[in-house]
């Protein structure tokens, strides 16, 4: 268990609606990462962080941002969801001198 | 661009027996890091082992094992002793060393294999 909870577990949203995950970590990691899994793609990387309001692009960041205030909060916003945006949202971190990369529970959304 | 292939979409084994999880990635890098993740109904990443290309002996956790070939930029995964529990979604994942701040931070998966076990 390292310590991280994703909030909400489950979403239904319409399109054209702002949405927000939020990823918590209890134990300061530096490195934080937005992922999405979709059946055929295996996990891609949204956004990720690498300290306080330090963020960068992934590979599929079109569509998402991302906001860092704070060490333990790491916050994925969709500023108006598309049905392709539906997804497996998986939050992770990496601890500093590690190169593992441990996941949370991950994120349900279903945009209709 | 780096790029982890997995040629099997599933694969079964009987309960107690031993299967094979085939990866192969494409990469120009020298240094780099390979892990399989298993991905059970649950849904949660959990690490099976991981590999670090600078070192020549293959990583072993118990009943997981891998057969890392880096000439042939093959990793494949071995389960012994196959138990109804191992039962998941295997994914092959690729990274570079972190660099810097912020560094190559992307984590390449395959597509993953998802595994079945027969009692």
């Known amino acids: 268990d390292a310590g991280i909870t994703q909030s909400p577990r489950h979403k239904v949203t319409e399109t054209g609606t702002p949405v927000t995950l939020r990823c918590h970590q209890t134990?300061?990691?530096?490195?934080m990462y937005w992922y999405r899994q979709d059946p055929g793609h295996g996990l891609r990387l949204i956004h990720y962080?690498?300290?306080?309001?330090?963020?960068d692009k992934g590979e599929v960041s079109d569509g998402y941002s991302v906001s860092r205030s704070k060490t333990e909060d790491f916050l994925l916003t969709l500023e108006s969801a598309t049905s392709s945006q539906t997804s497996v949202y998986f939050c992770?971190?990496?601890?500093?001198?590690?190169?593992?990369?441990?996941f949370g529970p991950g994120t349900r959304l279903l945009v209709l | 661009a780096q790029t982890v292939t997995q040629s099997q979409p599933e694969m079964s084994v009987q309960e107690a027996e031993t299967v094979t999880l085939s990866c192969t990635y494409d990469?120009?890098?020298?240094?780099?890091?390979l892990f399989w993740y298993k991905q059970p109904p649950s849904r949660q990443m959990i690490l099976v082992i991981r590999?670090?290309?600078?070192?020549?002996q293959n990583a072993t956790e118990n009943r997981f094992s891998v057969n890392f070939q880096k000439a042939a930029k093959s990793f494949s995964l071995k389960i012994s002793d196959s138990q109804l529990g191992d039962a998941a979604m295997y994914f092959c994942?690729?990274?570079?060393?972190?660099?810097?701040?912020?560094?190559?931070?992307?984590?390449?998966f395959g597509k993953g294999t998802k595994l079945t076990v027969n009692p």
């Open positions: 990469t120009s890098e020298s240094d780099y890091y």
């Open positions: 590999q670090e290309a600078y070192k020549q």
């Open positions: 992770a971190i990496r601890p500093q001198g590690q190169e593992t990369q441990y």
């Open positions: 134990e300061n990691h530096r490195y």
């Open positions: 962080s690498y300290g306080v309001k330090d963020t």
């Open positions: 994942a690729y990274r570079t060393p972190a660099m810097g701040q912020g560094g190559s931070e992307k984590l390449v």
